[in-house]
């Protein structure tokens, strides 16, 4: 999936964020929200970057409110780092995309 996020679901999530054996960054966004779609293009080119060496999703909350809930996310857009299927790092609203390629290479 090189050049692009992976778009996951409540139904993929499980699979591809808890059994991944690799860093997993999933942006929490919704196609209403100005914020999320600024940062969408820095979700994309990690994406491109980290191809083979860490997994980009996103997870649009409107379709998929049950994995929204179970990581208690209550303002987007909400990034969070995960290895081993454990939370590492969160961050709500816009960050830099320094910021989270720093947080992905300390987990490579």
Known sequence: MAGSA???TD???DKTVHNSDVPVLVDFWAPWCAPCRMIAPIVHELAD???DKAKICRLDTDEARDSAMEFGI???PTIILFKD???QKKWVGLTS???LAEAIDELL
């Open 6 to 8: 992976i778009e996951l």
């Open 11 to 13: 139904a993929t999530f």
């Open 49 to 51: 970057e980290y191809t």
């Open 74 to 76: 209550t303002a987007i």
């Open 85 to 87: 299927g454990q939370v």
């Open 97 to 99: 995309k320094k910021y």
